[in-house]
T-cell receptor
Framework: DTGVSQNPRHKITKRGQNVTFRCDPI?????LYWYRQTLGQGPEFLTY????????KSRLLSDRFSAERPKGSFSTLEIQRTEQGDSAMYLC?????????????FGQGTRLTVV | GIQVEQSPPDLILQEGANSTLRCNFS?????LQWFHQNPWGQLINLFY???GTKQNGRLSATTVATERYSLLYISSSQTTDSGVYFC??????????FGTGTLLAVQP
């Protein structure tokens, strides 16, 4: 296993378009997180899954954002009707719950630019 | 929710100097991690350190959970150490909360 993988690495889209990002976690990890990071800021929590269940969503996650993890493996994050304020780095992380070690590992991120 | 503060916000060093970065958190935590964010934006794991002291080469970290702080030590700094350092804590809500980061610039 080569770690957490995110695709695409970069996405440029026109305002109003829909975009979807994919995250493939480390295979045995049952917890998956999505974060958003804007320039000069630390990563901000968006949502997380435990297996296929979405357990928490941040207030940052407007109704234009939706995330799924259908079989408890990979996850997708969709943004509908993109706005310029959605431009950011979107980061995915995974970890193993119910373990003595809950260390989280991050993917390379997807950088979104809305023009 | 848990508040995580890092200091200093910015740090400029000459190559070869030592530095200490601090992370304070406002409540009990189950996990604390230190990350280095590379120029391409990826978060590189440095330490998983809910308590105690660990060392990895020129880097070491200490977490005193009862006093709610962690320290990251960088010795004999190199230009490749430049970048942003984040601490992140896992609290009772089971989500990682990040600090504001320390921007380190190591000059040759």
């Amino acid at each position: 296993d080569t770690g957490v993988s995110q695709n695409p690495r970069h996405k440029i889209t026109k305002r109003g378009q829909n975009v979807t990002f994919r995250c493939d976690p480390i295979s045995e990890h049952n917890r998956l997180y999505w974060y958003r990071q804007t320039l000069g800021q630390g990563p901000e929590f968006l949502t997380y899954f435990q297996n296929e269940a979405q357990l928490e969503k941040s207030r940052l996650l407007s109704d234009r954002f939706s995330a799924e993890r259908p079989k408890g493996s990979f996850s997708t994050l969709e943004i509908q009707r993109t706005e310029q304020g959605d431009s950011a780095m979107y980061l995915c992380a995974s970890s193993l719950l119910y373990s003595m070690n809950t260390e989280a590992f991050f993917g390379q991120g997807t950088r979104l630019t809305v023009v | 929710g848990i508040q995580v503060e890092q200091s200093p916000p910015d740090l400029i060093l000459q190559e070869g100097a030592n530095s200490t970065l601090r992370c304070n958190f406002s409540d009990s935590v189950n996990n604390l991690q230190w990350f280095h964010q590379n120029p391409w934006g990826q978060l590189i794991n440095l330490f998983y350190i809910p308590s105690g002291t660990k060392q990895n080469g020129r880097l070491s970290a200490t977490t005193v959970a009862t006093e709610r702080y962690s320290l990251l030590y960088i010795s004999s700094s190199q230009t490749t150490d430049s970048g942003v350092y984040f601490c992140a804590v896992l609290g009772a809500t089971n989500k990682l909360i990040f600090g504001t980061g320390t921007l380190l610039a190591v000059q040759p």
